[in-house]
């Protein structure tokens, strides 16, 4: 089938305004990129970049935990995510480091700037010179953007402030709000002298960098998660929690278009196309969608398949439930493991933990003496992989009643048992 793998990547990316899907990765899609020659670059929870130039991507593995960030800078291609680092591409070398997620990226001509839950701004020169941080801030940071000129840098953070620091000193120049609401994204349009920004409360707000007077849009959908400003910055689109995109008019300022962008599913990541001419938008869905800007809001939902993870939680019984609810987005249960965050679990039960061949596991869990069993899962659940293997790259979380974690190690038994 090799022939086929190489005539899909032979497809080339539309290069008319027309509806695509991009399909591959085996998670959500937290960021997307675009370059200048039609490249677009995807980071998604399965760990990897995928690099776009027609239907099948070229893979850039190396990230050991979900990439939430990427951004194109010249040649190179910069991303980051929760291993705490920051790679360069080609090669994935890191050139960034965090005590932290790393949950946004920006660049300009001669820095990477990287924006941090651990309370700090890591500033990278491009030419591989002393780094600077910048902070700590007392807060998580979740967005940064240069200015044009890149001697500037504003951030958002989780405290709600957005700051504005000067790039060589490393100094915070303004503090242009505080307003208690966490900033999640930032969009800088310095040619017409504004500044927005979306937070967890649902409101998308303009600020006039010059009076520092606002404008609020609102639909009572929580948080923002995503923006994007057009090429020729008359459109700004908003991404929320909700699976909607909001498209705002930034010459006449209204709401231009609303309407449902994934299925049930938040819109993690939005990015035009560099002509203008397409809005591609990233969420749980596992795929990027691109639609006509002339067409915004005339296409039903784009998902093809619900994933199991959003399945009615009425249609599965209470083990399955707790898969979808708390397993299915890192793990699958095929014996290939598609392209997932964890590694597969077809197989599970008597298998020593970090032996699994082709999955790139923490230390701790490769160092760590467990083997997966009724107990073992059972103690996973109970205290958390947080408790239970400290320093491995599983999400907290706990299953809290037994009856829960009965179900879903039955389930498990069944589901993972090798074909005989």
């Known amino acids: ?181 966490g900033i999640n994204e930032l969009i800088l349009n310095e040619a017409d002298n504004w500044i927005a920004y979306g937070a967890v409360d649902g409101v998308t707000r303009i600020v006039d960098l010059t009076t520092g007077g606002e404008r609020d849009f609102t639909l009572d959908r929580r948080p923002i998660l995503a923006l994007a400003l057009s090429p020729d910055r008359s459109l700004l689109a908003v991404g929320d929690g909700e699976g909607y995109i909001m498209v705002i008019d930034t010459i006449e300022w209204r709401i231009a278009q609303d309407f449902r962008a994934t299925l049930r599913g938040p819109v993690w990541a939005l990015a035009f196309s560099p002509d203008g001419e397409n809005l591609h938008a990233g969420g749980i869905d596992e795929a990027m969608y691109s639609w006509p800007v002339t067409a915004l809001g005339d296409q039903e939902q784009m998902a093809s398949a619900e994933p199991s993870f959003l399945k009615d939680p009425e249609e599965m019984e209470n083990g399955e439930r707790q898969f979808a609810r708390k397993c299915s987005i890192c793990h699958s249960l095929t014996p290939d493991g598609q392209r997932r965050a964890g590694p597969t679990l077809h197989g599970v039960f008597g298998r020593k933990a970090g032996t699994l061949s082709g999955y790139f596991y923490s230390d701790t869990l490769q160092d760590s003496d467990i083997v997966w069993n009724e107990e073992t899962i059972n ?42």
Do not use: C
């Open 379 to 420: 103690a996973l659940f109970d205290e958390g992989p947080d408790h239970y293997i400290p320093g491995s790259k599983m999400p907290m979380q706990r299953i809290t009643q037994p009856q829960d974690r009965d179900d879903l190690i039955a389930f498990l038994r069944r589901a993972t048992a090798p074909e005989n």
């Open 1 to 181: 089938m090799r022939w086929l793998a190489l005539a899909l990547a032979l497809v080339p990316l539309p290069t008319m305004a027309e509806f695509f899907t991009l399909k591959g990765h085996g998670g959500p899609i937290m960021g997307i990129a675009t370059a200048p020659d039609g490249r677009i670059a995807t980071a998604s929870f399965d760990n990897s970049v995928g690099v776009w130039t027609g239907q099948t991507p070229k893979w850039l593995e190396g990230h050991e935990a979900a990439v939430n960030s990427v951004v194109f800078n010249g040649t190179a291609i910069y991303s980051a995510g929760d291993d705490f680092t920051l790679r360069q591409w080609p090669g994935g070398q890191v050139v960034g480091q965090h005590k932290g997620k790393i949950v946004g990226i920006a660049a300009s001509k001669t820095h990477v700037a990287t924006a941090s839950w651990d309370g700090t701004i890591g500033v990278w020169p491009v030419d591989g010179a002393t780094p600077m941080s910048l902070g700590p801030t007392g807060s998580g940071v979740n967005t940064v953007q240069f200015s044009s000129d890149g001697s500037q840098l504003y951030s958002g953070g989780v405290d709600g402030s957005l700051r504005l620091w000067n790039v060589a000193s490393g100094q915070e120049i303004d503090r242009l709000v505080e307003h208690g609401f």
